[in-house]
Structures are given as C-alpha cells and as structure tokens.
C-alpha cells in the first residue's frame, strides 16, 4: 500500500509532469502550427482602408494580366502550410463568377495569381519559345523581373506550358522557389507563383560527399535490413530545401519555413522494392549531418 | 380555434420530429460513403528501406475533406485496405481517395493495359487492383470527387476515370458533367510534392472554391520538381459537395 503523504507527492508529481508535457506540446504546436486535417489558412482582421487597397491592386494585377473583373473580395490569410500572410483577392465577372484569384503579400507583391477556368485547346496553340516569350511579358505585366533563360515544361495541369525561373544561390538550386508562370495551350495567362522563403546559415563547415552518402546508406542499411540492397545510389547533391522532418526523427505536418542547405542523397530502387517504390531521398542536414526528413518516389 | 391554441398543438409533434431527425444516424438519412484507402506498408520498413511519415498526413487530410464535403468518410490502411475490400467497398462510394503505387499495369487475362494501383494488405506482397475491377463493381454508377493519389493515374491514356463513370472533359461554363471531379498525377511525382498539391487543393475547397479553382490553386504550389503535373476531369465550377446533382451557383 502507499502510504498517503507518498500518494499525494506522487499525485502532485504527476499533475506536475503533465502540465510538463503539456507546454512542450504547446510550444511544439507553436513551431509548427499546422496540423495534417485542418484547413491551412486562416482569417486574420484586414482594416477598411487596407481592404481597399488590396482590391484595387488585385484588380490591376489580374487586368494587367488580361483579366479583367468588375468587383472584388478580399480577406487577409494566415497560411500556415506555405508560412505567408497575405490578401487574397476574388475578382468576379458581371454574372458574379469568380473569375480570378490574386494574393498579394502585405507590401502589395504578387505571390500568386491564377485566371480561373479552362481554354479548350484548339488551334493557335503556342510552342516551346513562344511559351517562354508570353511568360516572360506576363511576368514584366505583373510587375516582376524574372532574368535568364527560363526552363519551360509542357504541362496537362496548366492546360499547355508551364515556365519557371527556379531560385539559385551560388550554383545551388534552392528547390521551389522563384518563379512559375502556367500557361493555357493558346498563350493565354493561367498561374502565376512566386516564392523566395528564409535561408538558414550556410554551416560553417559542410560535409564533403562522401561524408554525407556515407551517412545515408548506414541509416538505410538499419532501418531495412536485406531490402536496403534492393536500392542504389544515383544522385548526391547539394541543394537548399525545407525540411520535412526534425533532427530527433519526428516529422513536420507543414515543410519548414527556413531553408536548410542539405545534401540530398537519391536512390533508386531494384528488384522486388521496384514493385512498390521508385525512388528514396535522404536529406540531410549539410553541417550537422543530422535528418531533415525526405521523400518517395512510389 | 384560436390561432395560440394551433401552436400548442402542433409544438410537441413539431418537436418531436425535430429531434427524431437531429438524433438519426448520418446513414439513415442515406449518407454519402466516401472511402479514403492509403498503402502504408510499401512505404515504410521492412517493405522499404526509409520510413516515410507523408503518407499518414495525407490520408488524414484527406478523410477531413470528405468529410467537410458531407461524406461519411472512412480511412483504410493495412490489412483493412486490400484489393478485395476496396471492391467490395466501391459500389457503395459516392467519394474515393486512394494513395499508392500506380502504374499502366499489364493484364495478362485480357492481354491488354489498365491504370490501377497495389492494395496495402499489412504486408509486402501487394496485389493490383485494375481500373477494370473498379468498373465492373460500380457498374457505371455516379460518382462524387475522386482523387487518384498514385503515379500515372491522370496520363492522357489512363483508364480510371471511366471506372468511376466519370467522363475524360473538361466542363466548364454553362457546360456541366454532373457533381463529379476525377483528380491524379501525372507520370512520376515525388510524395512531398503530392502533399503539398493535395493540402492546397483541400485547403481551397475548405475555403468555398469550385473543385476546378481549388485545382488551379493547388497547381501553384512550391514543387521541387519542375515538372511536377496532375490533371483532371468532370465539371469545374461543382462545389464538391457530397450526393447528387441540386444547383450549380457558377456553372452559367
């Protein structure tokens, strides 16, 4: 039996580590505030004057972009997945379709606008070159400089091209940033995003290449046993990305909003594991060494 | 009579319907089945070598939305998603959602390719499940909003659409297929890029967007993949709401 001064230490104890655990939970919430199931934005208060503004601006983007609409309606989002606060403009037609949709970050920037509905295809379609040369002019009509030569990718999604100017820093690809321009079959301006998040420190040290395979194939080899046989190295590169996961192995419900320079280790997968998986990625923290999460082909 | 005393009258039955009604269950009111089968075996040891912890987030989102969207919604995972309950399941699914391992697969019965995906089954030998198995048990009834959360499941000649009786156009406009959206990738996709397409698409729709808007919403997300891709068909400006065609706001 135990004795009841014990019973009541060990009660107050135990209320003690549980408002413990709840804080670290709270606090854990609070660096990532996003939870997989929940919408990812959410109302944040935009005053009269403010709201104004950004309804005209978004009326000038999207015209200037070759959509025009007679009304609009704003509201301020805290988007927790993307780690952006911005006003999303609706444009509505003179039948009040929403006809467009433009966000704009709080210094009036263009991070994202879309013409919403479909072009049939049809004749009149543009090629690779011209595709480039309308995302390049509708990029400048946006108020935007992109530079160089863009990559340009035919794309079903888009309803023809999609273009982009991926961010680099130094000979380093900063995976999703810059920006992607989508385009209907026919020329015309679909979707616009552009992206430039927060970059973590460059480590004071980096891990050379092989330091950093190294690392991936032992944390393959005990977490797979035989299977780990079944993938094979083929690509270790350097890239700027947002972490998926945390150093102690748990996972982030959102990507990170700061950058981490991570050496990415690909592997392709052989043999009976080729059935269900494509390609594995290891990322992994540059300086550290440590996980910063990954990714599946499946 | 007067009219006081007609109140008074009809009060309790009036309230007695009210809560008879309130207190049925979702089912009895013919509730629309949503179906969400995620194959989380493949991903994670000992079937492969990594531990991938996308897979769970996205099924999780994706059983919310249907939910949000009115469906009675259910997740399977493990022994609970195998090829023989997803059919057994399919005749009665107005929405389905489905994240696996797809593929243009070889029919050696028929001698001929059809899209399909591998059933989890808690293990690592996984067996597909053909877009013409689909079709067969549905037997071209309607379908809501179906998301094909596979490789391949949205390439120009993929055939599952059509085992949801849901035709390859795109309706936009005064132009309407009926309440049904088909969504899928195209080619090979890498799952980050998937998760941040799907939340961005469920995200839109939470928000009130038509199907189609949230798609194009969805479309500009931050890919690592520059040619990340994923198409659709069915009628753009549906709402996405669970059951069958009522009134169409947008669709002028």
Known sequence: MIPTILRRRLTLGGLAVAALVAIGASTSQGADPFVAGGPSARHVELPTAGADAAKARGRAVMAALGVAGVRETVERLDDRFDHRTYDEVTSFDSRGRPVAISRLDLDGSVGMAVALGWHPVGGGAVDGPGAAARATAAARAAGLAPRGDPEVHASAGAGGWVVSWPRFVGDVLVRGDGLRILLFADGGFHGLTRTERPLADVPVRILDRDEALGLAERALATRAGSRAGDLSVAAVELAWLAPNGRANGTMLDAPDGTLRLAWVVRFEATGPLADTVRSVEVWLDAGAGHSLGGDVVE | ?252
Request: one cysteine or more; hydrophobic letters at 40%.
């Open chain 2, 1 to 252: 009579m007067s009219r006081a005393h007609w109140w008074r009258l009809l009060g309790p039955p009036l309230l007695a319907v009210a809560v008879l009604v309130a207190a049925t269950p979702a089912a009895a009111l013919g509730a629309y089945q949503a179906s969400v089968d995620v194959n989380t075996s493949a991903f994670n040891p000992p079937c492969d070598p990594d531990v991938n912890n996308i897979v769970p987030k996205m099924m999780t989102a994706a059983k919310a939305a249907y939910g949000r969207l009115g469906h009675v919604a259910t997740s399977y995972t493990g022994v609970d998603f195998t090829r023989a309950r997803t059919l057994a399941r399919t005749p009665y699914d107005w929405g389905y959602y489905v994240h696996s391992h797809g593929d243009y697969y070889w029919h050696s019965g028929d001698a001929r390719r059809y899209t399909g995906f591998r059933e989890d089954s808690g293990d690592c030998s996984q067996a597909v499940v053909f877009s013409k198995d689909i079709k067969a048990k549905r037997a071209g009834r309607q379908s809501n909003l179906v998301f094909v959360s596979t490789c391949h499941a949205a390439d120009a000649n993929t055939t599952m659409p059509d085992a949801f009786a849901i035709e390859k156009t795109k309706s936009f406009g005064a132009n309407v297929q009926g309440p049904e959206f088909y969504v899928g990738y195209i080619g090979l996709q890498w799952d980050s890029d998937e998760w941040i397409f799907e939340q961005r698409f469920w995200n839109a729709l939470a928000a009130g967007k038509s199907v189609g808007a949230s798609f194009d919403v969805a479309m500009l997300g931050a890919f690592k993949a520059a040619g990340f891709d994923a198409d659709w068909w069915g009628t753009y400006q549906w709402m996405g709401v669970a059951g069958p065609w009522s009134t169409c706001r947008y669709c002028i």
